[in-house]
């Protein structure tokens, strides 16, 4: 079982970039696919980004193409999240998950991971 951690989290002002980072526990990380989803305040949680277990394929929602960018590092058990660009807009909390789906047109569904963690929150100012 993989257990979740995500950190990184904080406040920065439109244009700027964050860092967040999920730890992993648990021996089967390297075999999950890993993903990253976020909420904000009174809206649904949605898809950002997935990486395959190898970290050679990603997917991002539209949105984030081209500003995020998602990496693993299954030797260390982490996977990031570069944020570049960021918009008043990108504010929620980003939560780090993990599925073992390896079909990566599926990877935008919540309901397929079924590891969460619990959460660092993204505020950024205008």
């Known amino acids: 079982q993989v257990q979740l951690v995500e950190s990184g989290g904080g406040l920065v002002q439109a244009g700027g970039s964050l860092r967040l980072s999920c730890a992993a526990s648990?021996?089967?990380?390297?075999?999950?696919?890993m993903g990253w989803f976020r909420q904000a305040p009174v809206k649904e949680r949605e898809f950002v980004a997935a990486?395959?277990?190898?970290?050679?394929?990603?997917r991002y929602a539209d949105s984030m193409k081209g500003r995020f960018t998602i990496s693993r590092d299954n030797a260390k058990n982490t996977v990031a999240l570069q944020m570049n660009n960021l918009k008043p807009e990108d504010t929620a909390v980003y939560y780090c998950?993990?599925?073992?789906?390896?079909?990566?047109?599926?990877?935008?569904?919540?309901?397929?991971?079924?590891?969460w963690g619990q959460g660092t929150q993204v505020t950024v100012s205008s």
């Open positions: 648990g021996r089967t990380f390297s075999t999950r696919t």
């Open positions: 998950a993990a599925t073992r789906l390896p079909t990566s047109s599926l990877w935008q569904e919540l309901n397929k991971y079924g590891t």
């Open positions: 990486i395959d277990w190898s970290g050679a394929v990603a």
